[in-house]
């Protein structure tokens, strides 16, 4: 079902189509909280005030339930710390049971021990570990409300833990580049090759557009059409709102449906997506407002084609070799477009380092 379902897809994105059938996003962000415990001056929710709400149970089931079929992969994240949501290691499970794999992205600030271990003990796939900094000062700038000897001590437990048990768990530790911690790439990165357990350590480029407003992709760049609009990942907030894309909510996009009122399939292929589709397909999609302001990055149609050769799983693994492939310049550029004006730093060798 779900090989059919990504070929369904892969042919819709090919050909264009507006209206995909029967055919359903193979990825999905689903937010379960809305909480947050920090200040973090580039994120979207100091823009866009959250309630302290947790996504509730009638609405995840109701996804996962009418998403099993075709689901490969869902990020149980979105503009909360996933770690305040009670239920977080019950929907882990709960997807587990419907053969749909999930990964988490943490500010680090709750993971003490006995969380580490009943963390390790979930099918968890991958967690993204959030560590914007590598002094104090930088650190605490970005995740105010954080402590920075706390944080980096509670990442290197798991990262010990997860090593000594021989789990399969992916952890990558991130950094978004920024203009107080540009300078401390070398630093962080050394400091994490050190730490077993660690399997990747990515640094990565700010997508949002509250730090450095003059962001975005210039008309010229959207030569394709955009994959999430046909594979996903769609974004489910945690009142059951459903979006495009993981960049359309924080764009001020508008809700394509409500999951708690409308099914996944009325949904993905409403007649505002399908509209949105068919601007993407005329190239006219830097004339939609959160289109033209959207600072992530553009892949070319064969890698979209490619991604939906395989499960979503391993997708999400290969998508950081890709990045190297085309930032040391063994790919050529184009086959992923960077967000514009703001210039491209050049890449170091090891800016994005995948660790055996």
Same mark, same amino acid.
């Given at each position: 079902?779900?090989?059919? =379902?990504?070929?369904?897809?892969?042919?819709?994105?090919?050909?264009?189509?507006?209206?995909? %059938?029967?055919?359903?996003?193979?990825?999905?962000?689903?937010?379960?909280?809305? +909480?947050? =415990? $920090?200040?973090?001056?580039?994120?979207?929710?100091?823009?866009?005030?959250?309630?302290?709400?947790?996504?509730?149970?009638?609405?995840?089931?109701?996804?996962?339930?009418?998403?099993?079929?075709? /689901?490969?992969?869902?990020? *149980?994240?979105?503009?909360?710390?996933?770690?305040?949501?009670?239920?977080?290691?019950?929907?882990?499970? @709960?997807?587990?049971?419907?053969?749909?794999?999930?990964? $988490?992205?943490?500010? %680090?600030?709750? *993971?003490?021990?006995?969380?580490?271990?009943?963390?390790?003990?979930?099918?968890? +796939?991958?967690?993204? $570990?959030?560590?914007?900094?590598?002094?104090?000062?930088?650190?605490?700038?970005?995740?105010?409300?954080?402590?920075?000897? +706390?944080?980096?001590?509670?990442?290197?437990?798991?990262?010990?833990?997860?090593?000594?048990?021989?789990?399969?768990?992916?952890?990558?530790?991130?950094?978004?580049?920024?203009?107080? =911690?540009?300078?401390?790439?070398?630093?962080?990165?050394?400091?994490?090759?050190?730490?077993?357990?660690?399997?990747?350590?990515?640094?990565?480029?700010?997508?949002?557009?509250?730090?450095?407003?003059? %962001?975005?992709? /210039?008309?010229?760049?959207?030569?394709?059409?955009?994959?999430?609009?046909?594979?996903?990942?769609? @974004?489910?907030?945690? =009142?059951?709102?459903?979006?495009?894309?993981?960049?359309?909510?924080?764009?001020?996009?508008?809700?394509?449906?409500?999951?708690?009122?409308?099914?996944?399939?009325?949904?993905?292929?409403?007649?505002?997506?399908?509209?949105?589709?068919?601007?993407?397909?005329?190239?006219?999609?830097?004339?939609?407002?959160?289109?033209?302001?959207?600072?992530?990055?553009?892949?070319?149609?064969?890698?979209?084609?490619?991604?939906?050769?395989?499960?979503?799983?391993?997708?999400? +693994?290969?998508?950081?070799?890709?990045?190297?492939?085309? @930032?040391?310049?063994?790919?050529?550029?184009?086959?992923?477009?960077?967000?514009?004006?703001?210039?491209?730093?050049?890449?170091?060798?090891?800016?994005?380092?995948?660790?055996?």
């Amino acid at each position: 079902m779900r090989i059919l =379902n990504r070929a369904k897809l892969l042919a819709g994105y090919l050909l264009g189509r507006h209206d995909l %059938g029967s055919a359903l996003p193979v990825e999905y962000i689903v937010e379960t909280t809305a +909480k947050c =415990n $920090l200040y973090c001056p580039m994120c979207p929710r100091e823009t866009h005030k959250q309630p302290k709400e947790d996504m509730t149970d009638e609405v995840f089931t109701r996804l996962v339930s009418e998403t099993r079929e075709s /689901a490969e992969h869902v990020m *149980l994240i979105g503009l909360g710390e996933p770690f305040m949501d009670k239920q977080i290691f019950s929907r882990i499970e @709960y997807c587990e049971r419907h053969n749909i794999a999930t990964l $988490l992205s943490s500010n %680090g600030t709750f *993971l003490d021990e006995a969380t580490c271990a009943k963390l390790l003990d979930t099918p968890l +796939k991958h967690i993204t $570990l959030s560590m914007d900094g590598a002094r104090k000062e930088s650190f605490e700038h970005y995740r105010k409300g954080a402590r920075f000897e +706390k944080v980096r001590d509670n990442f290197v437990r798991l990262c010990r833990m997860k090593h000594e048990r021989g789990s399969s768990l992916q952890i990558v530790v991130q950094m978004i580049r920024l203009e107080k =911690n540009a300078a401390e790439v070398d630093e962080f990165m050394e400091f994490w090759k050190a730490v077993p357990g660690v399997d990747q350590i990515r640094i990565k480029e700010d997508e949002t557009d509250l730090l450095s407003p003059a %962001g975005g992709h /210039a008309p010229e760049d959207w030569k394709h059409p955009c994959h999430y609009l046909w594979r996903g990942a769609m @974004y489910v907030k945690h =009142n059951g709102d459903v979006y495009p894309c993981c960049q359309s909510y924080m764009l001020d996009g508008a809700p394509m449906g409500n999951i708690a009122q409308q099914s996944m399939p009325e949904i993905f292929n409403s007649s505002a997506m399908q509209e949105l589709r068919r601007r993407h397909v005329a190239g006219e999609a830097s004339q939609v407002p959160m289109c033209s302001r959207c600072r992530t990055t553009i892949p070319h149609p064969l890698l979209v084609a490619g991604s939906l050769l395989f499960h979503g799983e391993t997708v999400r +693994k290969l998508l950081p070799l890709v990045e190297r492939l085309t @930032y040391f310049s063994k790919l050529p550029r184009r086959f992923l477009t960077p967000q514009r004006p703001v210039p491209a730093p050049v890449p170091r060798k090891d800016e994005l380092v995948q660790i055996k």
